[in-house]
């Protein structure tokens, strides 16, 4: 259910000359009133206000507004074109807070100034009991929905440019269509802005970090003619982002890939902690594989839901579900992990793994003929990566925990089965 404020004219107090949106991200959060209009409960709004203003004011080459300035809008009817002219931003973020009992309803939508359409909008619904948790749910949810729509709009911004791009440009062009095409047969030709801005400036952050992740991805999917050259391209390209910004948050999700790829789980969660820490709305899609490897398929599954629910229509859920069966699989669920591996197939169709875990899981679950025909359209695939166990084997990151070895055991037994060769 989504919501409508009342709006009309807003006299402008600001000079002409600041009439025009810049060209970054520009943006304000407006307050957010109490439906109820229950004064006692402003509190909780304003606090949702300035974590929200906060939280996007770290996204790098953003504008946002001050929370004082916002503030002068709270209670007065809103025209939001009149906003973008006055504040020289073009996104207006609105909402209202609703309390009932123990509970807490949030709304919130993205304005574009310009055309006054709506461009996002969701609904949140916490319990109250823990308030500081709640605010944390609720502003990291909308911080990342409304990164995604940042790196959307940057992109956009940097297409129109595209007849003298700069190195930022080129670099916020290429985090756009990474988001885009990350799952897509279109995802390698996906990074060439980001080598185009580094020709331009070899430390361009932004340009490094995303390049990380082409080929931490062919490392994972077995995509490149050599997986261990892959490995240390992105080991080069995500320390050396970290190296020249050690507080840009996307270095150390690049880093923490590359430290998962290396079998160095634990220094992978700190990676993705510290992450987190410069980032707080961002999810880091490895933490649960790092988990799992480490024998910790609880905590695989704790972080995944945190995940989901803090981003739960995000464009790579696909990663989390398959996180979630493998985390399943470990702890000999397969009925359970089938339903997730199942989610990660059709948020990832392309991904022929996926397909091949839920043959073995099929087959461990009891459903043989099921198994056998999976695995037979997992081979029929050209893009099928690994078609013996021994090609398996070869590729298995290393692990010391007696569940993850015991889980391997099961899933050879349950490969077999299916059909895959030796």
Known sequence: MYFHLDRAPVVSRTPSNWAKPSERFSIVVLPFPN???????????DVLNDELTTRLSRLPASFVISRTTAFTYKGKPIDVRQIGKDLGVRYVLEGSVQPSGDRLR?????????????LWADQFDENRSNLLQMQDDIVG??????????????????????????AEDLAWRCRAAF?????????????????????IDPENVRALAVLSFKFIRRFFTLAGPDRQADLRRADELASLAIKID??????????????VAQGR??????????ALMLNP????????????????PEQAIAYADKAMRRSPNDPFSAILYGQKAQAYGILHDYQEALVWIRRAETGDPDNPNYRLTRSALLALAGQEADARATMQRYLASPNAPVRTITQWQRVLLPTDSPRVLAWRQKWIEGLRKAGLPE
């Open 35 to 45: 439906l109820p209009g229950d004064r006692s409960q402003d509190s909780l709004a």
């Open 106 to 118: 949030v709304n919130a939508q993205l304005i574009d100034t310009e055309s006054d359409a709506h």
């Open 141 to 166: 949810r909308i911080g990342r929905a409304m990164h995604l729509k940042v790196t959307a709009e940057m992109g956009r911004l940097a297409q129109t440019h595209a007849a003298n791009p700069n």
């Open 179 to 199: 988001t885009r095409t990350y799952f897509t047969s279109e995802s390698d030709a996906a990074y060439r802005p980001c080598e185009q801005a580094l020709q």
């Open 246 to 259: 050690p507080d840009f948050y996307h270095s150390y999700n690049a880093k923490g890939g590359v430290l």
């Open 265 to 274: 789980y634990q220094e992978a969660i700190d990676a993705y902690r510290r």
């Open 281 to 296: 709305s961002a999810i880091s899609f490895g933490s649960p594989d790092a988990y799992n490897l480490l024998g910790e």
